[in-house]
């Protein structure tokens, strides 16, 4: 089973019949790896990526049901979280990206409302400053 794609992902004549075949009827194409049978078995709308910023997310989170309701997860190093973490994230380790698959498609439900924490080392200082904030 291939999961969920996006327009990119995919050779374009893969791509193409995938993005026009119908709902759970199986469809044939030729790439240049050769004949491939395929069948969408669902169909979501594209997700959308928005920044938030560090206030916002904070005045989200003083409701008690945003936490339940929302999806939070952490994407930072295990240093980086022992040494401000928040209530309610979900750990995914960047550096173990590989291992995310089946967490991501087991325990996430893409119906909801999901907020990412990144950290990209030269962005350190907004998380760092979101943290007192938010405890």
């Not at 327009?7 to 004949?35: H, M, Y």
Request: with cysteine; net charge negative; charged share 25%.
């Amino acid at each position: 089973m291939l999961g969920w794609v996006r327009r990119g992902q995919l050779v374009p004549e893969f791509e193409d019949a995938a993005f026009s075949a119908s709902l759970n009827k199986i469809v044939r194409c030729k790439t240049k790896f050769g004949w491939h049978l395929l069948e969408v078995l669902s169909e979501r709308e594209e997700s959308i990526l928005e920044d938030i910023e560090p206030v916002n997310l904070h005045s989200k989170m003083q409701d008690p049901n945003f936490i339940q309701d929302a999806q939070l997860i952490d994407v930072r190093e295990h240093e980086e979280i022992s040494q401000a973490s928040l209530p309610g994230f979900k750990v995914l380790p960047l550096r173990q990206f590989g291992t995310w698959g089946s967490v991501i498609t087991d325990e996430f439900n893409p119906e909801k409302d999901t907020y990412v924490l990144v950290s990209l080392h030269f962005m350190n200082n907004h998380i760092i400053m979101f943290y007192p904030i938010a405890c």
